[in-house]
């Protein structure tokens, strides 16, 4: 009888920020900080236990560097899918929310609003289009992986969030107010059928996981 899915979704670490403010880097190559690759390098030697049979990232850098190092401890080779990437903000791209405010301050609460998740960001995707991409690079990872097994995937906040929305069958408006964490690490096991149990949302294996609430 084949196996659950197991799920390993990860968050890829902190990025360089731009005047202390995060920037929306979409599909922009974004590299981590020191703090980023340390952030992913604790987590996977948290996860050193999990005999993961697969392992994935989105093709940007920030991802691939935490899905190298989970797939090089096990002799794995990483499948970077550019299907896994974050959404595209498009020509907003390496501009922080207060920036595209100053900007177009209609256009970003419309998008950002229960009715406004068909609105695309300009040259980029909308949000409804985003969590369509990524319900279907999902349903193509179950079918390469029909007998289940333990799988990783790094990759970025919007798409850990995209998943969650899917596998708890929640609203966008619920999904992208799922937190997730630089490094977060997300689980779920997907049993034959389609029931899914939660097992883990927005955890963190490093040292410095908690100081966000300090």
Request: with cysteine; net charge negative.
């Amino acid at each position: 009888m084949p196996k659950p899915l197991s799920l390993f979704f990860l968050r890829h670490g902190q990025t360089e920020s731009k005047n202390g403010r995060p920037p929306f880097n979409g599909w922009r190559d974004a590299p981590l900080t020191e703090l980023g690759r340390r952030q992913l390098d604790e987590a996977a030697s948290a996860l050193a236990h999990v005999p993961f049979e697969a392992v994935y990232s989105s093709d940007l850098q920030r991802a691939v560097y935490g899905g190298r190092k989970l797939a090089e401890a096990r002799n794995l080779e990483l499948k970077v899918e550019e299907k896994w990437r974050e959404i595209s903000f498009g020509r907003w791209e390496g501009l922080t929310y207060q920036e595209i405010y100053a900007e177009a301050p209609e256009l970003i609460t419309k998008i950002f609003s229960p009715d406004g998740f068909d609105v695309p960001f300009p040259g980029g995707e909308s949000l409804a289009d985003f969590f369509q991409r990524i319900s279907r690079a999902l349903d193509e990872l179950q079918k390469a992986h029909p007998e289940g097994g333990r799988i990783a995937l790094t990759a970025h906040g919007g798409v850990c969030k995209a998943l969650w929305g899917r596998f708890l069958n929640v609203s966008l408006e619920t999904a992208w107010a799922i937190w997730q964490d630089f490094a977060a690490v997300n689980v779920v096991d997907i049993h034959p059928g389609g029931r899914i149990v939660t097992r883990l949302v927005n955890g963190f294996a490093g040292s410095e996981g908690f100081a966000r609430f300090e």
